[in-house]
């Protein structure tokens, strides 16, 4: 294509990717949570005592710390997240998935596995080392 270098054609396929792929996880509506949701859900569900400083939080799943703490206010709401001051530093404060916020993503994790392997099937699945060792390269190392 004119004017358009590989590397940048692959980043605006990845972006378009992003996009279809954030609107089929829209089904996790379902749970009560979107996308977004659930990625911090699964988050501080993978660490130790599910709890996590803000500013980890924001650098594990990529976004700025103000982003994750405007996506954490309606969480906190809803009771899926709590905040929890440290004992030690009264700067630092952590987010802990509440047990309510632990059930409801146990049950969208079964969900949005679901989705996965809908949207890759084991078919198509056959170069997927290749593409997650790019997007580790990339930053992608959420998992």
């Keep these: 294509m004119k004017g358009i270098d590989d590397p940048l054609k692959l980043l605006m396929n990845l972006a378009k990717v992003q996009s279809l792929m954030a609107r089929r996880f829209d089904r996790l509506s379902a749970h009560g949570i979107g996308f977004s949701d659930f990625m911090i859900m699964f988050a501080l569900w993978q660490t130790n005592g599910e709890r996590v400083r803000r500013v980890d939080l924001a650098d594990k799943i990529g976004l700025t710390s103000s982003g994750v703490t405007r996506m954490l206010v309606p969480m906190e709401k809803t009771g899926l997240v709590r905040r929890e001051a440290n004992e030690r530093d009264a700067r630092v404060s952590y987010v802990v998935l509440t047990d309510a916020g632990r059930s409801i993503f146990e049950e969208a994790l079964v969900t949005a596995n679901f989705l996965?392997?809908?949207?890759?099937?084991?078919?198509?699945t056959k170069k997927i080392g290749a593409l997650e060792d790019m997007l580790g390269e990339l930053g992608g190392n959420i998992v």
């Design 116 to 124: 996965a392997q809908e949207i890759l099937p084991p078919a198509k």
